[in-house]
């Protein structure tokens, strides 16, 4: 049996430890993070600062308390004190063997240690380890803390419960965990990305296209495939009515012409200046930092985008997302996360992309924000995906909104969730958003919504145990004044 995991132990603290830093903490997992070089505990402490602009506005799920960081220059020291170990030093076979084999010795053999490493072969990393069954390659992507995506590879020693345990680990912090069948040099994706590279190389070294000009051909039209349905699917919504069959039998033939080289070019000084020359002209200016903030901008809307979908990253943030929504919603029925008896609280950052022409939220995003604190108060009492599916459902009614003080973009807030009444069919809503820098309240959504058996549309009581949940949720809050606003009605004199 392999370790439940509290503290992450981080072997090497470059870009890529600083990702895996940034995503362990953000879903409330403590970080140990291990370097030789002292100067990369100021370094990865920035990283996990700069990735969490973007980290805090992929989901609105309750999450768990953020952990702590800290940092050691003692490996050993690390490797005693950690439940898991993710290894990020150089991409060299030698040193990682020789790091790996020392850890092993300094980490409890219930410890699974993983290697973050791009290409190299498990079995050919764990030789000289310490129970080397608890080994096993789990390969991310930059940036570790948006893309789902880490592909876990076993060696000829590594055992099934290690695999398991640590997809159990990476799902617990959003990720994706795809299983390679088999260990083969770059994986599976860095060989399709490889694929791809040395084909621009070649392009760019013939002087076909620069590197702008190739990147325009992904960018404006497979690009933006790629990232609900892959190649394959693709290719089979390609062959018309039959599909993948069709799609073979039509470009099959071309595979035999040579579009490709897969031989990459001899890196010639002039190919190297040609692609950083392109590249610098593709940024236009732009710092790393100020490109990265795009894409991680990006990375996070796009998500956002799928989860509508249920598809690719989309799918990953929605288990995601339900699994936040059902702890949180066993400690709010333990009282855990409760802010006063039966009050719901939910923490949220005001999105960029919500902000309007005066730098301040804009109206409809209120809606949207009393809507996700709604979402965690009906799912706290047993609404959620199971019960849409039995036929039944909360159906919206009636809203209104007072608005007081100003949110900026980026400004963390909270909104208080009350429950003011409940009978057989309605339920009433208070909610009040708060600015977390000075508690200010800034807005105020009251709504009511009604029951609904959504497959005959119509109004229909709930179920006693339903009822019953929402019941005690406002016996709870029975002793609480009602809030200024209740009742109020768009015209009415300020009270
Ligand atoms: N950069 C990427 O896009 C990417 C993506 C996926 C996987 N990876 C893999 O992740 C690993 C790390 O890559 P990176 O880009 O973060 O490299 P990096 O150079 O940014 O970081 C490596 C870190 O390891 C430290 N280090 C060196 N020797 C050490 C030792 N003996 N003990 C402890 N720390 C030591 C260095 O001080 C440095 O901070 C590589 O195996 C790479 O293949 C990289």
């Excluded at 010795?105 to 990393?125: C, F, K, N």
């Excluded at 495939?225 to 693709?234: P, V, Y």
């Excluded at 005690?472 to 200024?484: E, F, S, T």
Aim: aromatic fraction near 6%; proline fraction near 5%.
């Amino acid at each position: 049996m392999m370790r439940q995991v509290k503290t992450l132990g981080l072997l090497g603290t470059g870009v890529i430890g600083g990702g895996w830093a940034a995503r362990a903490l953000h879903f409330g997992i403590d970080v140990l993070a291990a370097d030789v070089k002292p100067e990369m505990e100021a370094w990865i402490r920035g990283a996990v600062e700069n990735a969490e602009g973007a980290l805090s506005r992929l989901t609105f799920a309750p999450l768990p308390r953020k952990g702590t960081l800290s940092f050691t220059t003692d490996l050993h020291a690390m490797a005693a004190q950690v439940d898991f170990i993710q290894e990020n030093i150089p991409e060299q076979l030698e040193l990682k063997q020789r790091v790996l084999a020392d850890v092993s010795r300094h980490a409890a053999p219930d410890v699974v240690i993983a290697s973050s490493t791009s290409g190299l072969m498990p079995s050919e990393l764990q030789r000289d380890m310490q129970a080397p069954e608890r080994f096993l390659v789990a390969h991310p992507f930059n940036p570790v803390y948006l893309l789902p995506l880490v592909e876990l590879v076993g060696g000829l020693k590594t055992s099934s419960a290690a695999l398991d345990a640590a997809a159990r680990f990476y799902t617990i912090i959003g990720m994706h965990p795809l299983r390679v069948r088999r260990e083969i040099p770059g994986h599976l994706t860095d060989r399709l990305q490889e694929a791809l590279w040395r084909e621009i190389l070649h392009l760019v070294n013939d002087g076909v296209a620069t590197t702008g000009e190739l990147d325009e051909s992904i960018i404006y039209g497979p690009g933006l495939r790629w990232a609900a349905m892959g190649t394959n699917l693709i290719y089979h919504l390609a062959g018309g009515e039959t599909g993948m069959r069709h799609m073979l039998r039509q470009f099959g033939p071309c595979l035999k012409w040579p579009w490709t080289k897969l031989e990459a070019p001899e890196l010639t000084e002039e190919l190297i200046d040609r692609m950083v020359e392109g590249t610098q002209e593709q940024a236009a200016g732009r710092s790393i930092r100020q490109i990265e903030r795009l894409r991680d901008d990006y990375l996070v809307a796009i998500q956002q985008v799928l989860r509508q979908f249920n598809i690719g990253a989309g799918a990953t943030l929605r288990t995601l997302e339900d699994r936040l929504y059902e702890q949180n919603a066993s400690s709010a029925r333990g009282g855990g996360r409760a802010a006063a008896p039966g009050i719901q609280r939910m923490y949220t950052q005001v999105r960029p992309e919500w902000v309007d022409y005066n730098g301040h939220m804009t109206d409809s995003r209120y809606l949207q924000v009393f809507g996700d604190a709604t979402d965690a108060v009906f799912r706290s009492v047993g609404v959620d995906d199971d019960f849409r599916r039995s036929g039944r459902a909360l159906y919206t009614v009636e809203s209104h909104m007072t608005h007081g003080a100003e949110a900026k973009a980026l400004e963390p807030v909270y909104v208080l969730t009350r429950l003011l009444a409940v009978d057989d069919k309605r339920v009433h809503l208070f909610h009040e958003l708060h600015r977390t820098r000075d508690d200010a309240l800034v807005a105020t959504g009251e709504q009511i919504y009604l029951h609904v058996d959504s497959t005959a549309g119509k109004a229909t009581p709930m179920d006693a145990a339903l009822r019953g949940r929402f019941a005690k949720m406002h016996a709870a809050q029975a002793g609480l004044p009602p809030p200024a606003q209740k009742g109020r009605y768009v015209g009415m004199p300020r009270v």
